[in-house]
């Protein structure tokens, strides 16, 4: 077996495109030429109104915000940070075990494994001008996380624990962004109403899924994040079902993320001791 060969066997040798929505030269037939062409063209312009929206109108973060959240989190002590860091990394090991087994780490490209590579990182990391900009564009992307468990997709893992690692990964998930905002203080966060960021989130998600994941589920018939064709638990489905999720995936990046980020200020605020003292 040559080198290339073994390569693409590791990445998606083990993938059954027999199985509903996973893939196959069917799964990318799904939709016709001319609305990719169509898509694409939408998706182009869509871009570049925000590129030049989000460009003049973007919030910095200052260096005074950048320094209380230091303060506060080697106040709270890095303890508890090194815990949650070491269980999304079991996690994150055990998912990456998984797919190497399996032949199927292509799925590593999907959105939640690297959402959880980003938390990693946040969690590794002090803060930042940079470390809060990734996790203020990460925050506005977790609805993606809250479909995988409403919508969930397990009908490929088959190995003892690997849906029950699924659900923990995505529980994780959610849970992550809430420590951070308690270990970093409400400065990680934009104001709310403060909608830059959102814009820069819907940039990142957008690139994301139409010129990294669409370009690699096409040429490797994987589908990967339901890219090529919807997967079996999709209530939309049809050829168009990639343009209406691209409308309603604008809506929860400019929604979901507020949301959260407002429960999350207002539990911290009440359950933190210091809360009257900041």
Known sequence: MSFIHAVQDTLYGGINASI??????ECARHIPRWVKICEEIIVLIYLFVLYAWTARTLSRVSDDDVRAMGERERRIGSFSRRFVLMVLAMVLGMELSYKLVTRQLLFVMNPCHVVTITQLYLLCVVPSKMSVAVFRTMIHNLFGTFLGVLFAVTNTR???GEVSVYWVQH???CLVPFFIIYLWGPQSLEPLLDWSWTRVALVVFIQYHHHVLLPLAELTYVNLNSMLCPPCSDP????????IHLVLMS????????LYSAISCWAISHTSPNSKDE
Do not use: N, Q, S
């Not at 939309?236 to 343009?243: C, Q």
């Open 171 to 173: 529980v994780l998930i």
């Open 236 to 243: 939309i489905g049809g050829p168009y079902y990639r343009a």
């Open 251 to 258: 809506i929860l990046v400019l929604t979901f993320g507020k």
């Open 158 to 160: 088959e190995l003892p």
């Open 20 to 25: 509903d929505g996973v893939g196959g030269a």
